[in-house]
């Protein structure tokens, strides 16, 4: 699948004159991220060897130099499938297979390559502990299981997902199959040509962008503190982390083609610490692949980079053991059992033990967080995070970890992020001013602030209406993106006071998010330049969910702007492909149903939804939805039915219990009503809208103390 060159010279080039670098990045993890399936290249026992899941038995068999599988395909049909490349080497390898329209599918059995006594040399299963069966998006033959999407640009150089929404077909380029040298460093033609006419005065020796500064640094220790004083993370620190970034984090490719000199915010939408993949005091809680927990670190602040640990050719550990961080802590401080509290030599005196606890990801792939806390029982004890304390200790409580951590430390810091966006996340007391104190707090994780400046528009008042603006207008590429991501809770009429500012940030990522999320009939009519602003970062925001128009996510986002633009039939053809394409897909059906009942036809938004029942994975919005169609309708018996559904389910916002209580409360059930707020206010603890509805209900029945306890409790935030 060769790409167009632009300027590409592959890696066989680079060993010409840099030897050593291209020998140790040989056989590296970059080095054998994918391959053709050949002999030499396939790890897995081909030997007509087979594997059953739920009563579906898949074989692996070879003729020749050809590796195939029968198993399942998208018909849920046993049929035979080549395997066309190897996806990674350690500690599992994946296997590839060609499908039609240019897609690449990930097989969800796969070999476990570590040693036999480690458990490994075995098929297993991804998901072992349900079965997915064929039309699911996780089945091998799913949506989240395409190559050219998921996984494609990391695992290549130079790779072009080259989408056709008219076609839904695939054309995918790379210059190099695996993970080489101009990955990193950037296109390597013009370095050449320079190096060959001996031209010494080209910036960079004709590359874009230097990463010397992944060359090996001396830290000197201070005796006070056993530890290096800290360098500044500022931007010349930038440019080796940023590219490791581009892969190493958790986010998603907006725009295409992107170099190493590009940077992470004009390509890359990367996650804040959001529910689901962080826990609230940024402990990885799903796969985030790094970088969101290496910004969190004292050692990233401190002027660590990635390549102070890891060789950036080989990717090996620079030593092993406690010697790693021997080479910045002095180990007569901290390997020591005053230090660490264990023996000698057992595996909690180890460094990562506590500082760097991993979590299993793909059923076998150990990997250790980057964020290098200290452990904080203590929060365990308050906010019901984990710690690593109890993972090994499994006969102990928080309470006893918190205890004993104090005893040989001293009280912990009570400065930690954590408490805030807690509050943040679940409408705890003094969320406002908790998020607000956050968000000025300089010396906090960007990334933490950035996630404050997500919240805090859930409860903005007077009071802290300046802070977001005064937020809005940073240079932090990740605060700018958190309030850009926040514009969303603010009533549109509000957004364009946060908004402008983002308009004319430098990247663009936070640039053409703040744009999606700003009328332009909502601008200063005053300020040409702002609304040509605006529409040139709508048109780079368009551009980025066309380019991922095979998810649905993004044609959904492409047809609520035509709705927006007025091009109403034309949005309704892209959400009813949408739906076609990805069935399951919740977002589709509702926002549909939501333009025909703008357009006057809900009893067709009805039909819509309906159809929905049955179909999608989580039915809570489409039931909401429907209750309050019905609603409209005048059909309240089935109306209250379906949106004490939504209220019910586990994913339900809070907003769907009041909505429920509300209508409760219509039909003259307000004990009714009360009984579900109150039942709410553990799953939403300090939800305004539920307190403040408890107070009115409980009022109407005359019952003044009880809603004068819910008042004392909106009072305190």
């Known amino acids: 699948m060769a790409a167009d060159d632009r300027g590409y010279v592959r890696s066989s080039t680079c060993a ?189 020796n004709g590359f874009e962008l230097s990463l010397s500064r992944a060359e090996s640094k001396v830290w000197a220790i201070d005796p006070e503190t056993g530890s290096p004083p800290p360098e500044s993370a500022g931007p010349e620190m930038q440019p080796e982390l940023e590219v490791c970034a581009q892969c190493h984090s958790r986010r998603a490719t907006q725009f295409h083609g992107a170099r190493p000199e590009d940077g992470l915010f004009n390509h890359f939408l990367p996650s804040l610490l959001e529910e689901g993949l962080y826990h609230v005091d940024g402990q990885v809680a799903n796969e985030v692949y790094v970088y969101g927990s290496f910004l969190q670190s004292a050692m990233y602040h401190a002027g660590v980079t990635c390549s102070d640990c890891h060789n950036p050719h080989s990717l090996a550990r620079k030593a092993e053991g406690n010697a790693l961080c021997g080479q910045c802590h002095q180990a007569s401080r901290f390997d020591t059992g005053e230090h660490h509290g264990h023996p000698e030599d057992s595996a909690g005196a180890e460094c990562v033990a506590c500082h760097m606890p991993d979590a299993t990801f793909m059923g076998v792939d150990e990997r250790q967080a980057h964020s290098f806390r200290i452990p904080r029982p203590d929060l365990s004890v308050s906010l019901g995070v984990p710690n690593v304390c109890i993972d090994c200790h499994q006969d102990k409580d928080d309470q006893w970890a918190a205890d004993s951590l104090r005893q040989r430390h001293g009280e912990p810091s009570n400065d930690h992020f954590a408490d805030a966006l807690h509050a943040g996340r679940y409408g705890g007391p003094q969320a406002e001013q908790k998020l607000a104190r956050l968000i000025q707090d300089t010396s906090q994780p960007a990334i933490a602030r950035a996630t404050a400046a997500s919240l805090l528009p859930r409860y903005l008042s007077q009071r802290t209406v300046p802070v977001l603006q005064q937020a809005s207008q940073t240079r932090e590429p990740l605060v700018a993106l958190g309030v850009a991501q926040g514009l969303t809770g603010i009533p549109e009429q509000y957004r364009a006071i946060f908004g402008i500012p983002g ?90 149903a939501d333009l025909l009942r703008a357009r006057g036809r809900d009893a067709e938004g009805r039909q819509v939804l309906e159809s929905a029942l049955g179909k999608v994975n989580d039915p809570a919005s489409i039931e909401h939805s429907l209750g309050l169609l019905l609603v409209r309708q005048q059909q309240l018996d089935p109306a209250i039915k379906h949106l004490g559904s939504a209220a019910g389910s586990d994913t339900a916002p809070a907003r769907y219990v009041y909505v429920y209580a509300v209508a409760l409360d219509s039909q003259g059930r307000t004990e009714d009503a009360i009984a579900e707020l109150e039942s709410a206010t553990g799953r939403y603890p300090g939800n305004r809208e539920i307190l403040s509805a408890l107070v009115s209900f409980l009022r109407k029945q005359g019952q003044a103390n009880r809603a004068a306890a819910y008042e004392q409790q909106l009072r305190d935030q």
């Open 16 to 204: 010409g004159c840099h030897e050593n670098e291209h020998d140790l990045w040989r056989n590296s993890h970059h080095d054998l991220a994918m391959q053709p399936a050949i002999p030499g290249t396939v790890l897995g026992d081909f030997g007509d060897t087979t594997f059953d899941y739920f009563g579906t038995t898949s074989t692996f068999y070879r003729d020749g130099d050809t590796y195939y599988v029968r198993t399942d395909g998208p018909d849920g049909e046993l049929a035979d499938y080549p395997i066309a490349y190897t996806f990674g080497v350690e500690p599992l390898q994946q296997y590839l297979i060609e499908m039609p329209g240019g897609r690449l599918q990930a097989l969800g059995v796969v070999w476990d390559t570590r040693p036999k006594s480690a458990g490994g040399q075995r098929w297993y299963h991804l998901y072992p502990d349900e079965p997915v069966r064929a039309g699911d998006e996780l089945h091998w033959t799913g949506l989240n299981q395409n190559w050219n999407f998921m996984c494609a640009d990391c695992h290549s150089t130079n790779l072009q997902k080259n989408y056709d929404l008219e076609t839904d077909t695939y054309a995918t380029t790379w210059n190099a199959i695996d993970v080489g040298c101009e990955a990193c460093h950037g296109p390597g033609q013009q370095h050449v040509d320079a190096m060959e006419a001996e031209d010494w005065g080209q910036p960079f």
């Open 503 to 592: 308009l004319y940030d430098e990247h663009r990522i936070p640039r053409s998010l703040t744009a999606s999320n700003l009328s332009a009939d909502t601008l200063p009519s005053e300020q040409p330049e702002v609304s040509r602003r605006h529409a040139d970062a709508m048109e780079e925001y368009i551009q980025s969910q066309r380019n991922n128009a095979d998810r649905p996510e993004s044609l959904v986002n492409l047809a609520g702007l035509y709705g927006q633009q007025g091009q109403f039939a034309k949005a309704e053809g892209v959400y009813r492909t949408a739906i076609k394409r990805v069935p399951y897909y919740t977002a589709a059906y509702v926002n549909l």
